[in-house]
């Protein structure tokens, strides 16, 4: 009797978990906890075991072999000097932004103007080791320590003089009056495997099946379904006005001379698109929201 196999999957746990669900959700993979604390969710996949670890230690796991495969951001793989291979960038975070910053932060009444002005001075980070590598890079010499928490408040309290950070929109720097002197880091998140793993067929099929999926979701999130009917005579009209991935799709109605014209556009461009559609002889227009883009 042949032994079933698995694919050991690391998703994140905490800021990046809910969204992470989500795209799985989009993709066709629900995922399911038995409780907030447990570690071990369930995945309607049989050939997926899932499990919820820090972002910082997946690619430390994925390398070692403990896992096959993960989701992380580029930042934590470059911090842990994590030799894995990537499969595909997601390029997502928990809020509608594609990528995150590391950026390089002091108090906004701070006498510390540009880098140079960190020469000697102390600086507290999670990301040690890229900001480390970041300042021999531009020839400064300062002091970087380990924080482990609370970031933002010990450069606001005067306990250092600057801070790297992780920022999305750059609210929570301007609450703690923070000013931002330069960016460290960006950082996309990817889904990584483990070398050895990547080379077993069915578990690269298996891996490259996921980034497929879960790529596809990703992209649809910004994009909306659009059908319409139009008369044969404005159809020229519509599909001038009309965007679309390659070219809109057109068939013909039960009723003479009418045709039907389904799109996938950006979601951003509906509101501005609908009111010249109608304007041109679009007539019963529908909007519809999209699960999976895939190119």
């Known amino acids: 009797m042949q032994r079933k196999r698995f694919l050991k999957v690391g998703l994140p746990k905490g800021s990046l978990q ?25 995945i309607d996949d049989p050939e997926i ?18 896992l096959d495969c993960g989701i992380t951001g580029e930042d934590w793989i470059k911090e842990n000097n994590s030799k894995c291979v990537e499969i595909e960038t997601l390029g997502y975070s928990k809020s509608r932004v594609s990528c995150v910053f590391w950026v390089l932060a002091v108090p906004e009444d701070s006498k510390i103007k540009k880098l140079t002005d960190l020469e000697g001075k102390r600086i507290a980070t999670e990301l040690v080791n890229v900001t480390r590598e970041f300042l021999k890079e531009k020839k400064i010499k300062a002091e970087v320590e380990f924080s482990w928490g609370a970031t933002e408040a010990k450069a606001s309290s005067g306990l250092v003089d600057a801070i790297v950070e992780l920022t999305e929109t750059g609210e ?5 009056k923070l000013r931002v002197i330069a960016t460290v880091f960006v950082s996309n998140t990817k889904l990584i ?6 080379k077993d067929s069915w578990k690269k099929r298996k891996m490259e099946n ?3 999926l879960l790529k596809g979701a990703i992209i649809s999130e910004k994009k909306v379904g659009l059908k319409l009917n139009v008369e044969e005579k404005n159809l020229k009209k519509i599909i001038s006005i009309l965007p679309a ?8 109605l039960s009723e003479k001379n009418w045709l039907a014209v389904e799109t996938i556009i950006d979601e951003e461009r509906v509101k501005d698109l609908i009111p010249k559609l109608k304007e041109a002889g679009a007539q019963g227009i529908i909007e519809y929201p999209l699960n999976k883009v895939i190119y």
């Open 172 to 176: 929570s720097l301007k609450v703690h």
């Open 210 to 212: 996921l980034a497929l």
């Open 49 to 66: 075991k899932v499990m919820l670890l820090r972002a910082q230690e997946i690619s430390r796991y994925i390398e070692k072999g403990v």
């Open 18 to 42: 809910e969204k992470t669900f989500e795209i799985f959700r989009r993709a066709g993979l629900n995922i399911s906890l038995a409780s907030e604390r447990s570690y071990f969710p369930f």
């Open 193 to 198: 495997g483990n070398f050895d793993s990547f």
């Open 245 to 252: 991935l390659k070219r809109p799709t057109v068939s013909g």
